[in-house]
T-cell receptor, first 114, second 114 residues
């Protein structure tokens, strides 16, 4: 079974530029999560989708971050404009449903904002 | 609020030594508890979990017991190997939550020397 796919794996941009990350969850997984992991910290949930609807985006900085999952499968997370403090690893995870205990994580996208 | 606190790292051990990584939590309701592991260059993987008090999760020689009276979920292994070198994250998921959000500790780096 294929795991969660993410791209790109690495990205370097300058502040005030925009960037987008892509995630393809495990086939059949209805729930998709985006986490932000700053160096030295544990991952923090940014947004959770159930199919193509948003369940929780309470910690998403909506003035600069946006995410979509239009067809309930792939998802894109965008930052515009980026700030230095956005430098982090962005992790995508998926699960069969919101009550499913096990979340499967992708390898992450490492973002450096200069 | 809900939070997870882990012991500071790095933890450096010799091969075959006994491992304990402490984890305590603060949560409302009856959370599920998890240990995730992140090997160098890879994504987070679920190591073990426990969903109710006194449950013991185990996998690959690692164990952790859900202690409600001490709000703890310490990770243990009787004999570590060099291949266990990784970052370990303790996490909780609120039992009463209608989302799947995981709340992570800051992570503990384990280095095992031959």
């Amino acid at each position: 079974e294929a795991g969660v796919a993410q791209s790109p794996r690495y990205k370097i941009i300058e502040k005030r530029q925009s960037v987008a990350f892509w995630c393809n969850p495990i086939s059949g997984h209805a729930t998709l999560y985006w986490y932000q992991q700053i160096l030295g910290q544990g991952p923090k949930l940014l947004i959770q989708f159930q199919n193509n609807g948003v369940v929780d985006d309470s910690q998403l900085p909506k003035d600069r971050f946006s995410a979509e999952r239009l067809k309930g499968v792939d998802s894109t997370l965008k930052i515009q404009p980026a700030k230095l403090e956005d430098s982090a690893v962005y992790l995508c995870a998926s699960s069969l449903g919101p009550w499913e205990e096990t979340q499967y994580f992708g390898p992450g996208t490492r973002l450096l904002v200069l | 609020g809900n939070s997870v606190t882990q012991m500071e790292g790095p933890v450096t051990l010799s091969e075959e030594a006994f491992l304990t990584i402490n984890c305590t939590y603060t949560a409302t309701g009856y959370p599920s508890l998890f240990w995730y592991v992140q090997y160098p260059g890879e994504g987070l993987q679920l190591l073990l979990k426990a969903t109710k008090a006194d449950d013991k999760g185990s996998n690959k020689g690692f164990e952790a017991t859900y202690r409600k009276e001490t709000t703890s979920f310490h990770l243990e292994k009787g004999s570590v190997q060099v291949s266990d070198s990784a970052v370990y994250f303790c996490a909780l998921r609120r039992g009463s939550s209608n989302t799947g959000k995981l709340i992570f500790g800051q992570g503990t780096t384990l280095q095992v020397k031959p």
